[in-house]
């Protein structure tokens, strides 16, 4: 991926546990407090950056993207952090990148529409950047991590049942489920902003989930910002 040397690459994530490693990383630190958010403006390996805790839910993750669209005009926008398994091929540890993103809450087919459409854009799957997608797939492969590429779905609900687990990644072809993803991504389509999400699996999005989360939410996120490091590299290597 050729990165424009002067328009930074945006990065958000929900929680403060999933960004502190990665703003530890951004130099020459610059912070813009917009609507409750910080906007921490820098480089990481010679590239920069602009990253944002944004905080949990689609609302503040649309929220976050658009502000920072409009402020700091990102050249591309990545969401980083931890997601539910929905998949017998991701387990707790796993990378999960996305080729596309779904808002599995978002339901008008009482009216006749599929579940999962967005009006407006008349889309369910909205595609993440090729680019973006080949690149996290490399760094996750480089680090060691097990990797599935797929179809992530985000709602305002954390999965804890193993019913919907199923009725999600039945209806929407979905590997993980998360929360923030899906509103970024739409943020960023109609915006014209490339996107990709990364997420590291904490939970397997069953009875056991708020267990396994609790025991792997640091481990999972330190893995999301290892691969996220390593595909920033990657695009600092090539810019020098």
């Known amino acids: 991926m050729v990165q424009n040397n002067t328009a930074p690459i ?34 990481v390996h010679g590239v920069p950056v602009v990253v944002a805790t944004c905080g949990i839910g689609k609302v503040f993750a649309g929220i976050c993207a658009q502000t920072m669209i409009l402020k700091f005009h990102p050249a591309m926008i990545v969401n980083v952090g931890v997601a539910g398994s929905l998949s017998r091929d991701l387990n707790i540890g796993d990378i999960a990148v996305a080729a596309s993103v779904v808002q599995h809450d978002m339901d ?13 854009i008349n889309m369910i799957w909205i595609p993440s950047d090729p680019d973006m997608v080949a690149g996290m797939e490399k760094s996750a492969e480089a680090a060691g991590f097990h990797r599935v590429t797929g179809a992530i779905a985000s709602g305002d609900l954390f999965v804890t049942d193993g019913e919907k687990k199923k009725s999600i990644a039945r209806s929407f072809q979905a590997v993980a489920c998360e929360m923030e993803g899906g509103a970024i991504g739409q943020t960023c389509h109609v915006n014209g902003v490339p996107f990709c999400v990364l997420r590291a699996i904490s939970d397997n999005g069953d009875e056991n989930a708020t267990d396994d989360y609790g025991i792997s939410l640091d481990m999972a996120a330190d893995r999301a910002s290892q691969v996220l490091d390593g595909w920033l590299k990657a695009i600092g290597d090539n810019l020098r």
């Open 108 to 120: 008008t087919s009482g009216i006749g529409d599929p579940p999962g459409l967005i009006s407006g």
């Open 10 to 43: 945006g990065i958000i994530g929900a929680m403060k546990s999933e960004m502190d490693r990665i703003k530890a990383t951004v130099e020459d630190q610059k912070i813009t407090r917009i609507g409750g958010t910080d906007y921490v403006e820098g480089k």
